[in-house]
């Protein structure tokens, strides 16, 4: 699987932006899809996941903000962002996951359970 990630970009502190993440290759639908985040300095944290089901989990700081969702005939998970923080600054990643039924907050959580990754979009959120 190839991922690839776009949507990006400078948003002032309140603003909305959408990611997009692309994914090659087949069995689309069997993938857990996540979305994590790597600030300046700091390590990489997740912030979403999609199961193949449709069931999703989310990281405390985004809860009530974000939207992941996927669109299985179309190969792409999107990440909707509202009310943007300066805080929410980072390179975004997708990630894919084979086991896509696979559920349980510490393993969706943890990046090692994520075979595949893009590349990063950059959002920067402006006060």
């Known amino acids: 699987v190839q991922l690839q990630a776009s949507g990006g970009g400078l948003v002032q502190a309140g603003g909305s932006l959408r990611l997009t993440c692309a994914a090659s290759?087949?069995?689309?639908?069997?993938?857990?899809m996540g979305w994590f985040l790597r600030a300046p300095g700091k390590e990489r944290e997740f912030v979403a996941r999609?199961?193949?089901?449709?069931?999703?989990y989310y990281a405390d700081s985004v809860k009530g903000r974000f939207t992941i969702s996927r669109d299985d005939a179309k190969n792409t998970v999107y990440l909707q962002m509202n009310s943007l923080k300066p805080e929410d600054t980072a390179v975004y990643y997708c990630?894919?996951?084979?086991?896509?039924?696979?559920?349980?907050?510490?393993?969706?959580?943890?990046?090692?359970?994520?075979?595949?990754w893009g590349q990063g979009t950059l959002v920067t959120v402006s006060s």
């Open positions: 990630a894919a996951d084979r086991y896509g039924y696979a559920s349980g907050t510490s393993y969706v959580m943890r990046p090692e359970s994520y075979a595949y």
């Open positions: 290759g087949r069995a689309f639908s069997s993938y857990g």
């Open positions: 999609i199961m193949s089901s449709g069931s999703t």
